[in-house]
Structure formats: C-alpha cells, structure tokens
C-alpha cells in the first residue's frame, strides 16, 4: 500500500499537474523501474497463482486487493483513473492472474501490464487521450469571446471545470474545448470579470462576452480612431466608468463626469435643469474661441456652442445691474447656461467614456485636439444573443436652494434708515433736501411701501418633478448586431416656467456582409425642448416686498419703472424662452479586412443640428435695450416677440488604414493612416416683431402688429478641414512602447498661404515591471512610466478672419456694402505645446491603482481680437499674439479597501492642480477679447504675468470709522466732493490710484488651487452604494447679491446681508451705513473663498438576486435610489459656490449672478431586463 | 469584389480632393470680399451707398440699425460751445484741455476715417473697374460723390483735431488717401496747408462731376459748393470770403433750393423732402436712438445758456424745453427739435439757412455792405417767426452784426454739424474768451488725438497742449 502511494504521487505529485504526454510516460517507465527494483526486495514469498473470486459490484480497487492477496503480485495505479472505472461483477475458480485481469478489465478504459511477473501495471487504455486520467469528453466545443463592445479577446483562458482541462482564445477570440452537457466552463483574462458558462446543450458554438472588470490594466482604451489595452498606452487617458453614474439623475453626459477623472474640472453653471457644465481639461487658453474639450460621439465630432440667437425680447437683470457686467442678459445669459450641446444625449445610451488629456493621445484630432477631447462610445448589440430588452424608469423630486432677502418689515425699516440718513446728510452739507425716493420713503408713499407683505421668492419657486424612462433592445444573430433604445426625459426647473423634455434614442445595426467586409450603421438623435427662465429669480429677489403681486383687476402689478429695479416676476415669468433643439448624429461605416492585418475603414458621417427659439416679452413687460451708455428698460411696445431658428451641418468624410502586425511575440506594431473631410454649413433666420393683441394666445409672429427686425443668412457660415493623419504604435518586449502621430489640417478659415498646420507628437512608456529586476516582485503588478510632447491646435473661430469684407447694409433704403473687417493674411493656426510626464502603477495583485501626471501645456499665436488705430476706420483686427501657459499635476488612486466575496469597498481619488500664466497679450491688461482695449467692461481681467480667471474690480477699502480717518480721506479724496459729497463715518473708503481715480485691479481669482472627487463604492451582497463628494479649494467668486446688499441704492430688495451695516450700534461692521442712492460696487470685499467639499451625489442599488428575478420571469432586476447635491461643506456665503456665470470663457466666469438657484435632487428607480 | 474597396477609396479620396482646394478657399456667403465689391455701375452705386452708411454712423442699438449722426457731428460743437451739457461729464468741467475724452472725441474721429475709408475703397474700385463696365458719366458721378464724401470727413478731421486756424502749422490731417490695409495703418500727420489744399482737391473734383440733381441724403455738387463755403470762411484767408459769398450766391440762386416759411416744419413736417436741404441724414427705420439720448435717457441735456438764448423767441416752444424722462421721471431741460414721431430720426448736415449766415457772415468779415448781410439775417430769422429784428437793426458795426450772426447760427443751426461751434471759433481769441469764458487757450479750440489713436499710431503727434499717451 505503501508503495502504490508512493507510485501516486510520483506519478501526480502535485494532484493537479498537466504534464504532456510523452513526459508522462517516460516518467512512468521509469517509475516501473523504480517499482521494480523496490519490488525485488519485497521478494520471495510464495503466492498461490490460482485466483479464486467471487465479488458482486465491486470496486476495482477491491478486487486487485483481493488479487494481490491471493497472487502476489502488487498493482501500481494512479487511484484516480480506478476511481473513474467502472465497478465490476466477478466469480472465478481457479484462474490465471492473467485471465482474471482480463475479465477486471473488459469494458474499462483501462489497460494493463505484468511486469516481471510481479508487478501489474494499470494505466489508462491507449486509444484514449493520456494527457488526463479522466474519460474523453464526448464533444467538441467551438465559442468565441469578445468584450463589451464586441471585439474579440486573445487570451482568455478558459477551463473546463469538470475535466479540469484549459485552452485559450486565439487571435481572433476563438477557442475550441472539449466538454459534455453540464459541465462548467470558466472564462478568465486579467482585466475582465470572470465568467463561468454551463454547457445547456450538446454540440455547436457560443459566443461569451466578457465584462471589463471595474479597474484593471487589461481594460480596453477607446483612443482616437481605435482601442488599445490600457498597458499598451502611452497617452494620458482617464475613463470613466459608466456603472458608477448610470443611476445618478444627471441629465447629460457632461455633469456626470463632475468629480471621476483627473484633471478634468467640472463646474456646474448653475441650476438650470438640463443645464450647461463648463468643463476643462488642464486648463484653457483660447481666448477667442471656446475651451470645451472635442467630443466624440460614436466617431462623429460634435462641439459645443452657444446657439442662442440674439433678438430684440431681451429683458434686464437687476442682478447684474450691480456690477459692470452688461445688464441686459436675463435672457441671453440664461440660455447660454441653460442651453446644453450635449443635452440630446441619453446617457444611458454610453457605453464608455474614455478622456484623452496629453498630446500624444488627442494629437490625432490635430487642430481640434488642444481642449483635450472626450470619446464617447454608445452601446452596441452583441452577436449571437437572443434579444434583450432593458427598460429602466425613474422619478423623483428637486428642491431649490433659496436666497434670504428682506421681508416687508425689514425693508421698510433699512429704507427709512437709509432715507432719515441721507436727509440728515442733506442738512448738514447745507443742501436742499429733493431726492424724490428718499422723501417717497420718509412719506411712507404707497408706491414705494405697499401693505403686503409678499415672498417673491417663494411665488416664483417650486419643488420640481422630474422623471425619465428608457427602454433599449439589443441582440443579434450570427452575422449582425443591433442596439435600439428610446428614452424620454422630463424635468421640471424648481422655477416656474422652466422645464427640459427629452426624447432621445439611437439605433446602430451591424452587419458582417462578408467574413471580410463589415457594415456599420449608428444613427444617435436626440429632440430637446427647453423652458428656459429668463431671469425670474434675479428679479424676485430684487422685487419690493411689500407690493402685492396683483392688481385688484387681477392683473400683474407693475412694481418699478427706475432704473435697474426689478420687475414684477409673476409678470416677467409670463413670457416665453423656449428652445428647442434637434440633435443627430448619424454615420455609416464600412470595414473591410484587406489582409489579415491590414483592415480599411469609410465613415460618411453627419452631425445635423436644428435648433429653433421663441420668446416674448409681454405688453406689461419691461425690455432692456443697450443704450450707448449702459443699458436701459424700454417699452414692450404692446409686447416684444421673436422667433428663430438655427441650422448646422457638420459632415464628415473619413478613409482609415490600420495595419496590425505581429513580427515576433516581442516585437509588435500598429499603424493607423488616414484622411479627414469636414465640411460645415450653418444658417440662421429671426424675425421679430413688437404690438401684440393678446399676451397669452396672439402671442406669435403672425400677429405682430409692428415688425421689428428681421435678419437672416443661408449659409450663414461654412467652413472646410482636410486633414491627413498617422500614427504608429510600437511595442517591444512588452514594455518599451513607442508612440508617433501626426496630423496636418488644412483649414478653409485661413490664408491660402497659412492654411495647413502641422500638429506632430510623440510618447514613449517603459513598462519597468516586466524587467527582470522586478518582474518577480510579487506585489507589483505594473509600473509604467510614460513621457509624451506634441502640439495640437484649436480653430474654433470665426470664418474668413484673413480677409477684408465688406457687410450688407442699407442706407436711406437702398442696399450698401460696408467695409466690415480688416483682413489679415498672416492669421494663422493657434498651436499648443504640451509636454507630459505619466507613471501609472498597479501594485497587491491590483488592490492598489494609480496614475499620477504632470504637464505643461503652452498655447502660442493664441488670437486675439486687437483694435487697430481707430484711425484705421476698423474695430478689430486678428492677430495671432496671446501666449499663455498651462502647468499642472494630476493624480488618480484607486483602491479596494475590502475584497472579500460578499463585501467589498473601493475608494477613487483623484486630485488636480493647474495653474495658468498669461505670457504675453502685446500690451496692457483688458476683460474682453472681442474688444482687446476696452479694460472695465466686465468683472475679469488678462493681465500679462497673471492667471487666467482673475476678478477684477475695485479695492476695497473699508469703512471710516473715526474722525481722523475721514479728514485723512477727506483730504487724500479732493474729489470725494463729486463721488461722495455725503461722506461721513461709517461710510465707504475708496482706495485711489491717483486724486482722481479709484483703484480698481484684480481682486480675486476663481481658479481653484486644487480640485478633484472622491468615489467610495461599497457592494454588499446585491447591494451597491456609490458616494460621490468632489472639492475644490482656494477657488474665489464675486458673489453679486453680496455686492447688491452693500448699500440701498435704489427702491429694490436686498438681501439680508445688509442687516449688519455699520451704525451707531455696530460699529464693527465692514459694510457701510446706509445712505439712500449709494448702492455698492464690486470690490474685494465681495470676493469670497468658494473653496467646499460637496457631496455630489450617492446611489443606493438592490440588484435582485437572478434566481429570484427568474422567478418573476426577468433576466435582472435593481431597485435604486440616488439623489444629488446632498451636503456641502464651504465658507462660501452664497447659496452654492459651484457656479459660473459663463460657461464658455476661459477669463471670465468667476461670477455668482444668482442666475438660477441651485437644487437637491432625489430619484428612485427601477431596472429591469426580460 | 476583393478589390473593390480599394477602388472606393480611391475613387472617393480623388473625389474629396477635388472638392477641397474649392471648399477650402470658398468665398463667405454673407459679405463681400474686397476685390470683389465694385464689379459694375450698380455695385458701384451700392458701394458708395457705403460710405453713405458710414457718414450716417449706422450701427445696431437696441437690435436695430440706427444712424448715428447726433454723437458724430450734432453733440459736439454745441457742447463745446457751451450750449449743450453731458450728463456722462464726469463733473470736473468741460474744459476741452483739462479733459481729455468728452465721450465724442474717440467716435467722431473713428467715424471720420469710417467715410474716408469707405470712399477710398469706391475710388480703388472705380480705378480697378474696367471702361466697359462702367458708363463714364456714371463712373464720373459715383467719384464725384465719393470724393465729396472723402473730402467732408478730412474736413471734420481738420476742423476739430488739427490747427486749421494757423496755415502754417505742423498739425493737420493724418490724410487717408489709399484703402487701409495691414500695412498702411500706421502714419504721420500732413501739415495743415497740405490738408486744406487735398480737401479742396477733393470739393473741386465733387464740384466738377457729382450731380447736380439728387435725393436729398446724397450728395450734389451743391453740396460740395456749401462744403467749400465752410472750409473757406474758417481758413479766412486772402480771397476766401469773396469766394465764400459767390459760392453762397451761386446756392441760393442756382441750386434750387429755397428757403423753408416755418423753419419748424422742416422738423416736424417735411424733413428730408424740404426744400431747403442741401444734405440730410436718412434714418433706418424703427430706430430710437436720437429720442433716447436726447429725451428718454437724456445723455445730452440743453445747456442754460441755450435756454436763455432762446428766451422771447417763438422758437423757445420746440428747440429746447423741459420735458420729464418717462424712464428716469426727471424733467430736465431737453434738445426737443428731434421729437418728431413722423419723420423719424433725421440729422441735417447742410441747410440752405447756413448759406444765408455764411454769406452775411463774409459780408461782414470783408467789409461788404452791411445792409445786405443783415437782410440775409432777416430772411433767415423770419422764416424761424422771429418778429423783433431790434437787435440786429441795431447793429452798427460789423463786430455787433456778427455777434447777431452768431446767435442767429446757435439757434437756428443748434445741434446740427457744428456751426455754433465754428462761428464761435471765427471771432478774435480775446472775443472767444469773453463769449465762452471757460476758454483760456487756443489748445482748447480743437480736441486731442484720442488716446487709443496714440497707442496704435505710433508715427501720429498729439496736438500741442494734451498729452501724449
């Protein structure tokens, strides 16, 4: 017994060893003699050499007992292949060892052999596979595995878990495996989660797809123009996951990746719903054209912008009224915040979200490549499915933030204060005392306070309700795919009036036509009808409370005609600001595999965008006009109304090669070559018209009584890139890796002689775990260290900026062209140098993850608009002059805290810093860069040897708080005596620059030091937890309210901020005294710290175990609750300190306007799929 | 079928060659490009409507075209004559010399270069417009015109940025006698005789080929004739008021043109269709600009003095007067002689009444019979409703009876193109400080280069007395 122990192991000393099979018989030959040898010592006893059995279903192993006792002979077996054997019935008398083995042996699949006749030898029958001791599976098994998006995978290892027999994918994911019904198979690859299949039914094939595990090196990376394994890159690319925002109410895909990647920044602009986010990537520096990052959408370019079309129903924000900004803008300005160019997409449509941030990565897209660009993929349907449906439905509620402002008692009290002050005021300079407000307020004048005693805010705020339901199909057969979906998306503003609707979807088919030739079709639309405020909210906080909402009659109450103050907001809110867009992205590819390696891809493409707006402003509606100096309320004249609408075209032509080649296991390459047509159309039309006879149902064009203007233009703008571009990606050894790409544009907005720009970059990465000094670390997995540089360009500009053009006007009547632009032909590419320095590392079997970056991005020949000599007769001229640098770190860290089977949490961190300087802008510092010498216009500034994103404004100097300070002021101010002939204690200290000017510079900065999210994931069992907080810190904005609550400048509410004035009493306070017609002025001291860590959203999700879920008859099942915006913690004293006032420039946008307020959001849900 | 993407590739990459090199150099479909402007008789008219549009100041407020003549050529000389007020002066006075940028200096010098561009850019057209595209007679016309215009603009240069009251001076006009281009920005001022002497060029060609017959908001050679008129009688030099009285005479008999009954009705009546206007600004339709910044946001008030002025004249009623802002509610006092609601917002550059006062004006200056320059002030103030000559019968010399021209321009001609300004500016410097006495040097009879001028033109001087950047 000993002995055949020791036989076993020798023969499996490990139990699981596979070893080939000749090994394995030489092995065992010598083995037998081995056995032999050991054998003649166990020698010379006498053993009878008649058998004599009689055993009934009996266990081989019994039976050589029972002959080794009556023989002798010793059996030397592996108890594995006996266990396999049948059980035998036996009865013999008297025979030879020799026959009765025969009879042992009929019918196994054994076989034997007597060595020196003392020794059997039992093995496996010959004809049968020797490799395993185990019988033959009865079939073959043919399968092919691919990822979520349908590529095939090499590598994957698959293992029959019955016969413990592997194999893996060839190159083109396809394996062959032998296994019987009911046996499990086992997919695994490094990177994907691992799948065991059981075998349901004999025979034919399957196709297996697997899911990239949530982090891992082996995760596919959506690149430009293809994927590549995130071990094989060498650019700076974050993904985002797709699981961790899918059951956040987020309405489009740009507030989702608030806080998920690094080096990403992510404001919301504010709370509009379906709302624009302004989003950089490292940082911004083109002045003219728009800094949003490129994205891609199923390969079809789409850019953001601003459609709204300006029209002559504009109404004035109070807001704004207190700083310079331009006032006009309650309309404009909300649908530029409002409006959003990727609100079409649903993202439960997005498959992947891959963002490409170095130069090597987004040098492909060329001179469209320097804001970094976000590839979105949209799913797809998988071959060889049964089609499934997965319908998803949520619901919830919005609740708005709310601004504190006086209530009718506290207005009456700091009016008649800031009145009693002022007439006091009055009298001691010797003047005569006629402020018609003030002497309105001190006779309690029922114009200015009224018996009511009215919440404007709550008037015009509401819980919102928002809901959204989806449904998607996706299968397919053997030789095509297809996905379809339809979503529907509703949301109520927490402002009345506004609201976004969505009907959204997509359809892609795919069909293989040949083995050789693949025909793709996506199409991605999306309808959006947007309610947009126009500015309600500004002037409810504004609007005196103590005036009733209505007129006895029941119609609005007019409650202001003075400059600035706000209007009644029932009756603003009664007007119309729609928007609706319609969206598609369409494309139709055709792959054909020339060689093997080599494959050639056309895509006719199209990005078609139609956009249509109306508003009204009704007859008892204030307009605001621009008026040379500013801005003023003008007549409705009977009711201001406009309608238009916007066309564009984008259309694409792409032609690629790649060629994939192996040379040798160590020596890899992969070339992509292509070409690029674009060509844009846009055109627009708007007509307005003012006289209406009804405000709310002859409120359309057609019943204009007057028209206003009308403007047109078909084609208004086209546009044209050629581009021819390469890349080429080298791998050696598994770890040095080599990257070169190249671009040239020839762009149809520049100079003949100007037109082509080149845009080179390269990246090499050394992957230093698969050296031999640390490939047997057992706890690092990957180290990889990557250095790219590269330029890209931007030319989201204007067109035809070389040449001098004359414009169509009309003088008395008749047709005039006007010298309108100065050409200049030297205008040329903006062109970014970015150079970037990576390390990505995996360490503890992947428990720990991380890429940290660093990079400098430097923009030169950025354009700017500069003015001329006025004498010139033109505006502006584009130069390319601005240079400004971008540097910054970036660091992401994932980690699975706890791993375990039933509870495993992982943390994500990632943290940014980006710091920009302005290097050159050929001379002083300005705010806009359509007006390059106009400085004061706006609350920024560009300032050479400063940051981007500086406040600009007046220093602020305090209050007097004694008799001295105010005669040293009195006597460094002479001209206090026109700017503040009332000055007194308690009043403001303007600082000076000179005896005449107040000091005015930059007073803040709304770049944040660092920023970045933090996502802790929790699974419990089925439950899911994803908690989402992001921060940013040192960030400032110039909070407007703040500025309004300075002073009492005019017969308008305030906030409650102004209650800690200076006075007698509270001579502590910073804030002057209240002294009527002084309003404040934006300074420093509006300027606050908007630094805050916020719990940006949390998602709690039961996935329904499948065995119950089949029970109802589902595939799967999951409930969910989410909600947004749950907590902040920040100093910032406004009512959310992630806002931006303009989310499309790279100077300004540091404002808090108080535009539209910010909302808490709640959802639940339902997932399920049959 | 193996080779047949390969063919496709080819076929559509040789496709989108083709159509690249067109796309990629194609012509913006809303504007013209320059070369392309002036291609015949009627692009040409439709160019030099241009530089119509340009004089007219037209550009968008409140959404709509408007021109904007009253910041360009009314404001200014009424205010630095003391007859207008600003409401955006910063307080500290409105000493031209102590205060660099009355809000009209930057707009009325880029408005200047605006006409004198726009007109080159004609005048290059023309000289690059083949003869057979272009009867002669019109080529004639349309250059006569242009040249008129270019001419206007270099003398609003001259009269209000460079010393045109000293011939011998350095600092004249920074003349613009090509289209500009990148290259040809940056440029030196011409001495001031050399700018009269290209102005007058200019006037003489208009006068030689503009057309003697046209709407009124274009311009004649009649036009041209008043234009020399006023250029002349402020060089003043030997010879130049002789030449002013027979060009006046030569209007007044020859032009057809005569003299409104009811100056009112002019403004309020008939406008551009009187008979008396020499050249008018047409209005875009719908705009309300000259309202808002003379009523509704009175940027622009009547000074006191204009008040006063007007004190015992019928035209008290409807040149100057309180009227209450329906936006701020203050009544304050108002240029109410644009109120029109019919006419629209027009301006008047040249009026057969300024021929009159020019022509007495000369008389005076050049010792003529004084009865006749008074009966041409009589004529004038008549048809204004003026009854009470008492004054002006009781003007002895030629001294009294200019002073009783000057008032007559100030009220007759306030707020139009300057004339009260300029009629101040011919009386001797010490008359000058007694009748404005906030004068007390002759820097302040013209305005600075505007600044941003200085900071981009580095080869232009800034006029004696401001200071240089």
Known sequence: MFLMTLCNRLLLPAGKRRLPLTKTLLIMKLTAILLFLACLHAGARGYSQQITLSLKNAPLEQVFKEIQRQSGYNFVYNNRIIQNAKNIDIAVKAATVEDVLVLCFKNQPLTWSIIDNKTIVVKPAAHQPALEDSPPPPMEIHGHVTDSKGAPLTGVSIFNKKTRKGTNTDGQGNFTIHASVDDILSFSIVGYKNIDHKITSAGGSFSIVMEIAVTGLNEMVVIGYGTTRRRDLTGSVASVSTEEIKDVPFTSVDQALTGKAAGVQVVQADGSPGGMARIRIRGGASLLGTNDPLYIIDGVPVTIQNRYVQNAAEIMNPVEGFAADPQNNSVSGSFERGLNSLGGLNINDIESIDILKDASATAIYGSKGANGVVIITTKKGKTNQKPVLEANYYAGTTTPLKEKVLNAAQFKSVLTEAATNLKAEYARTGRNFTNPD?????????????????????????????????????????????????????????????????????????????????????????????????????????????????????????????????????????????????????????????????????????????????????????????????????????????????????????????????????????????????????????????????????????????????????????????????????????????TFTGRSDASSKFAPTNQVGYFPSGAIAWRLSEEKFLKDVKWIDEIKIRASAGKTGTQNIGDHLYRTLYIPGAYAGTNALVPSQLGNDKVKWESTLQKDLGLDFSLFKSRLRGTFGLYEKITDGALLNVTPAPSSSYNTVVLNVAKIRNRGVEFDLRGDVVRTKSFQWNIAVNVSANV???????????????????????????????????????????????????????????????????????????????????????????????????????????????????????????????????????????????????????TNSNRPRLLYQYGGAPDGRSVFDASYIKLKSVTLSYDMPKSMAEKIKLRSASIYVSGTNLFKITHYPGLDPEVSDDPFSVIGGGVDASTYPTTKAFVAGLRFGF | M????????????????????????????????????????????????????????????????????????????????????????????????????????????????????????????????????????????????????????????????????????????????????????????????????????????????????????????????????????????????????????????????????????????????????????????????????????????????????????????????????????????CVTKYTSEQLGEISYAFRLTEMYLLEAEAIARSGGPLADAKTLLKTVMTNAGVTDFSAVDNAATADDLLLEINKEVVRNLYCEDGAEWFSLLRFTFDQVKTMRPTITDKIQYIMPIPKTELNKNGSIKQNPGYPAI
């Not at chain 1, 026109?978 to 803040?1004: A, C, H, R, W």
């Not at chain 2, 595209?133 to 460079?162: C, Q, W």
């Not at chain 2, 946001?297 to 204009?306: G, I, K, S, V």
Request: hydrophobic share 35%.
């Open chain 2, 2 to 333: 193996k080779k047949l993407p390969i063919y496709i590739l080819l076929v559509s990459l040789s496709g989108a060659q083709l159509s690249c090199k067109k796309d990629l150099n194609a012509l913006p479909s809303n504007a013209k490009v320059e070369g392309n402007v002036i291609l015949d008789q009627k692009s040409a008219q439709i160019a030099l409507n241009g530089a119509y549009y340009q004089l007219a100041g037209v550009y968008i407020y409140g959404n709509v075209p408007s021109t904007h003549f009253e910041n360009t050529h009314e404001n200014a000389g009424a205010f630095m004559s003391g007859y207008l007020v600003s409401n955006f002066d910063d307080g500290l006075g409105n000493n031209t010399a102590t205060y660099e940028g009355p809000n009209f200096v930057l707009p009325m010098w880029t408005n200047c270069y605006q006409v004198v561009n726009a007109a080159n850019g004609v005048i290059k057209g023309l000289a690059e417009l083949p003869a057979d595209k272009i009867p002669d007679t019109t080529r004639n016309r349309v250059l006569g015109e242009a040249h008129f215009l270019r001419a206007y603009g270099h003398y609003n240069l001259l009269m209000y940025y460079s010393q045109f009251f000293d011939t011998t001076s350095q600092y004249g006009v920074m003349l613009r006698k090509e289209f500009v281009t990148t290259g040809n920005i940056v440029q030196a001022r011409n001495t001031v005789k050399e700018s009269y002497d290209y102005i007058l060029a200019d006037i003489d060609s208009a006068i030689a080929n503009a057309p003697t017959a046209n709407a009124s908001y274009y311009a004649t050679t009649w036009a041209a004739k008043a234009l020399k008129a006023r250029l002349l009688i402020n060089r003043g030099g030997a010879g130049d008021f002789a030449q002013v009285i027979s060009l006046t005479k030569d209007i007044i008999t020859n032009g057809g043109f005569s003299l409104e009954a009811n100056l009112k009705d002019i403004f309020f009546q008939k406008g551009l269709a009187s008979k008396e206007v020499i050249l008018g600004i047409a209005p875009e339709p719908n705009q309300i600009i000259k309202q808002d910044d003379y009523i509704n946001y009175p940027e622009w008030n009547a000074a006191q003095q204009m008040a006063d002025l007007l004190q015992s004249d019928p035209r008290s009623a409807w040149v100057a007067g309180m009227v209450a802002s329906p936006y701020y509610g203050d009544i304050t006092l």
């Open chain 1, 438 to 738: 003030a002497l309105k307020i001190l006779n309690n004048d029922p114009s200015v306070f009224g018996d009511a005693n009215t919440d404007w805010l709550n008037l015009i705020l509401r819980n919102g309700f928002s809901q959204n339901a989806d449904i998607a199909v996706r299968g397919g057969g053997t030789g095509s795919r297809y996905y379809t979906s339809l979503a529907y998306t509703k949301q109520n503003g927490v402002l009345i009036g506004s609201d976004f609707s969505r009907i959204s979807g997509k359809i892609s088919l795919d069909n293989e036509i040949t083995s050789r030739l693949k025909v793709v079709t996506n199409l991605d639309y999306g309808f959006v009808t947007n309610n947009i405020t126009n500015g309600i909210y500004g002037q409810a906080m504004y609007a005196n409370p103590t005036l009733s909402p209505y007129n006895t009659d029941g119609t609005y109450r007019f409650i202001g005609t003075q400059y600035g103050t706000s209007q009644n907001p029932l009756a603003v809110a009664s007007g119309i600001n729609r928007a609706r867009t319609v969206t598609l992205l369409g494309s139709l590819a055709m792959e054909y595999d020339i060689l093997k390696e080599l494959k050639f891809r056309t895509v006719v493409s199209v990005n078609y965008n139609n956009y249509g707006q109306l508003n009204y402003v009704p007859s008892y509606v204030q307009i605001g006009i621009p008026t040379t100096y500013g801005s003023g309320p003008a007549s409705s004249n009977g009711g201001t109304g406009s309608q238009s609408t916007s066309t564009s075209t984008d259309a694409f032509f792409e032609n690629t090669l790649t060629w994939d080649k192996e040379f040798s296991p160590n020596s890899r390459l992969n070339v992509l070559a292509g070409t690029s047509w674009e060509k844009y159309k846009s055109s627009f039309f708007s007509a307005a018209g003012s006289g209406y006879p009804d405000d709310d149902f002859l409120n359309n064009l057609s019943a204009a009584a007057v028209p206003v203007a009308v403007q047109g233009s078909d084609p208004n703008s086209q546009n044209a890139l050629l581009s021819f571009y390469l890349r080429a990606n080298y791998t050696f050894k598994d770890r040095y890796l080599f």
């Open chain 1, 916 to 1066: 920009s300087k302005v290097l050159n802008v050929e001379g002083g510092p300005f705010s806009n860069p359509n007006d390059r010498d106009a400085l004061n216009l706006g609350n920024s500034i560009v300032q050479e040897g400063q940051p981007l994103g500086l406040l600009y404004g007046y220093y602020a100097g305090g209050v007097i708080k004694d008799q001295k300070q105010l005669d040293d002021y009195k006597a460094a101010f002479p001209y206090y005596i026109y700017f503040q002939p009332f000055v007194n204690i308690g009043d403001e200290m303007s600082v000076l620059d000179s005896v005449t000017i107040l000091k005015s510079g930059p007073i803040g900065k709304s770049y944040p030091k660092y920023y970045g999210g933090i996502t802790n994931t929790f699974s419990f069992k089925n439950f899911n937890l994803i908690a989402l907080l992001t921060f940013s810190h040192g960030n400032q904005l110039l909070y407007l309210n703040d500025v309004a609550s300075l002073g009492v400048g005019s017969l308008s509410n305030v906030s409650t901020r102004i209650l800690d004035h200076y006075s007698a009493t509270n």
